[in-house]
């Protein structure tokens, strides 16, 4: 687990908040990852991972005959300006800012293979090795925008429960945060931001980036780790810094008009009353909000909805 420590510069105070998200986190969240595991490999029919068994995830775990499967996109090799080189042995700098490409990980220094120069995930085996459809070696960091309000209609609920902005994603129309990728230079703040304006708003009219930049005014950053996603594989895996955006009144957000873009199908306001089958490690990220903001804390109770649920709205 990551120890890392949040500092916010809020008016003239210096604000040393210890990283609530890892300590939330570790009762929300599972120890080995599964989604990464998943075959076949996301986005392919026949891209089979070796598999890995909980007891075998570790890399403490001696299993000499491990042998992972070999793939990466055809689209990464084609060294598009987005990702590395296909060789990892032209990257210098792993655990290190590389130019203007962070290659820290928020689970601390990892290990680079002597033979290969290839960086070895530091959440276990995953059963394919090369990057899958991920562009960086190492880590890959992403942001993802938590924006919560309260449900407006509470009169049948023993708690106070959350909504919160969710899309579906085109890729696999699974219902997600709308995050996305950091862009060389930017921070999580600013990326999550522009992911939210991309995906859930489609506009980056001014009066738009406006009500949003007032929305983020007093946004915290709730979690800086490892995510269980689709694509991780052993040597190329994803990061993220979730971005909890709470409009405690409603005002903030009354007046947005929600609207679906670039990697999104759909956007909506989703209670969270029970649980959604979320993406990756969107589940853990929204928990953390749910407690920080003392909301109901819906997965004690056994409920579960599919993941295109219909108690959702748009104003
Ligand atoms: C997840 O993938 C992250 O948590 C983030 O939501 C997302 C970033 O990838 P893209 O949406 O850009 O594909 O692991």
């Not at 490690?281 to 920080?292: D, P």
């Amino acid at each position: 687990m990551s120890l890392l420590w949040t500092y916010h510069q809020q008016g003239s105070h210096l604000l040393l908040q210890s990283s609530l998200s890892n300590i939330l986190r570790s009762i929300v969240t599972t120890s080995v990852h599964t989604r990464a595991r998943q075959s076949p490999y996301v986005g392919t029919k026949d891209v089979q991972r070796t598999a890995v068994p909980d007891s075998k995830v570790s890399w403490k775990v001696n299993w000499p005959d491990y042998k992972a499967t070999e793939y990466t996109a055809s689209k990464v090799l084609k060294n598009p300006p987005w990702a590395d080189d296909p060789d990892a042995k032209k990257i210098k700098s792993f655990n290190e800012f590389d130019g203007k490409i962070d290659r820290r990980s928020f689970m601390g220094e990892y290990e680079i293979d002597d033979k290969t120069n290839r960086p070895r995930n530091p959440a276990g085996r995953t059963g394919l090795s090369g990057r899958g459809l991920l562009g960086h070696w190492g880590p890959n960091h992403a942001a993802d925008p938590v924006v919560t309000r309260w449900a407006k209609d509470q009169s049948n609920l023993k708690e106070k429960v959350l909504e919160i902005v969710l899309i579906n994603r085109k890729d696999n129309n699974h219902l997600a945060l709308p995050g996305g990728m950091i862009d060389e230079g930017e921070n999580a703040f600013v990326a999550a931001k522009r992911e939210f304006l991309e995906e859930a708003m489609n506009s980056n009219d001014d009066a738009v980036v406006e009500q949003i930049d007032k929305l983020f005014e007093n946004a915290d950053s709730i979690y800086k780790d490892y995510v269980d996603d689709p694509r991780n594989t052993d040597n190329a895996w994803m990061e993220s810094e979730a971005i909890d955006a709470h409009d405690e009144t409603g005002e903030l957000t009354k007046d947005l008009r929600l609207e679906a873009g670039d990697d999104a199908a759909k956007v909506k306001w989703v209670q969270l009353d029970r649980v959604h089958n979320l993406y990756a490690s969107h589940e853990s990220m929204v928990r953390i909000a749910v407690k920080k903001h003392g909301a109901y804390e819906y997965w004690h109770d056994n409920q579960h909805s599919s993941e295109t649920t219909d108690d959702t709205n748009n104003k």
